[in-house]
């Protein structure tokens, strides 16, 4: 298992910009998979980007795509999410996500190691 430790939540106005961080600890962190997901009061946790074990390939949620970008950097075993143009929806706590598969998934039950959240609160 991996270990994740996120960073970088906070609190922003609407069209404003955040960005996380997520620190790998344990395996070689370039086996993973990661993905960043997202769960507001009430609301089930859902998929917001994932990138592939490389960085070649990634993947967005309809809601955040041409906003947030996921990328990685796989010498710093950190995985990052750069929110731009914030909106109030984007409230959450922010989750990341490890798989040990090469191919991503947009689903949480897809990962096996998470990291404990980052609060992102976005007011108007």
């Known amino acids: 298992q991996v270990q994740l430790v996120e960073s970088g939540g906070g609190s922003v106005q609407a069209g404003g910009s955040l960005g996380l961080s997520c620190a790998a600890s344990?395996?070689?962190?370039?086996?993973?998979?990661m993905g960043w997901f997202r769960q507001a009061p009430g609301k089930e946790r859902e998929f917001v980007a994932a990138?592939?074990?490389?960085?070649?390939?990634?993947s967005y949620a309809d809601s955040v795509k041409g906003r947030f970008t996921i990328s990685r950097d796989n010498n710093k075993n950190t995985v990052y999410l750069q929110m731009n143009s914030l909106k109030v929806e984007d409230t959450a706590v922010y989750y990341c996500?490890?798989?040990?598969?090469?191919?991503?998934?947009?689903?949480?039950?897809?990962?096996?190691?998470w990291g404990q959240g980052t609060q992102v609160t976005v007011s108007s």
């Open positions: 990138i592939t074990r490389s960085g070649g390939t990634t």
């Open positions: 996500a490890a798989r040990h598969f090469p191919i991503v998934v947009t689903t949480p039950s897809g990962f096996s190691s």
């Open positions: 344990g395996r070689t962190f370039s086996t993973y998979a």
